[in-house]
Nanobody
Framework: QVQLVESGGGLVQPGGSLRLSCAAS????????MGWYRQAPGKQRELVAS???????NYADSVKGRFTISRDNAKNSVYLQMNSLKPGDTAVYYC???????????????WGQGTQVTVSS
């Protein structure tokens, strides 16, 4: 069984910073891309940032220059450093991994449970 567990969300004032962490655990053979998505109330879930297992990154235009995604392959973990936060960044943030479990020949999408980020004064 595979689990993705996020941590690091919370309440922060505009202009502040937060760091999200996500660790994948369980019967993992390998992981391709990992990423962060977010969903604000009344809106669709959207990609925030992704990173390949080789370290190539991709960002939504709205977060470029403010957010940085990184990963530690040895720990099966992905991180999101969020700086200069704005009220518009308020959402539930979800970790995602394209992951191949042990004893499987296929990769599947796995999701964390989500962590709330609220940017407000």
């Amino acid at each position: 069984q595979v689990q993705l567990v996020e941590s690091g969300g919370g309440l922060v004032q505009p202009g502040g910073s937060l760091r999200l962490s996500c660790a994948a655990s369980g019967s993992i053979f390998s992981i391709n891309a990992m990423g962060w998505y977010r969903q604000a109330p009344g809106k669709q879930r959207e990609l925030v940032a992704s990173i390949s297992n080789g370290g190539s990154t991709n960002y939504a235009d709205s977060v470029k220059g403010r957010f940085t995604i990184s990963r530690d392959n040895a720990k099966n973990s992905v991180y999101l450093q969020m700086n200069s936060l704005k009220p518009g960044d308020t959402a539930v943030y979800y970790c995602n991994a394209d992951l191949r479990p042990i004893h499987s020949g296929h990769y599947y999408d796995y999701w964390g449970q989500g962590t709330q980020v609220t940017v407000s004064s």
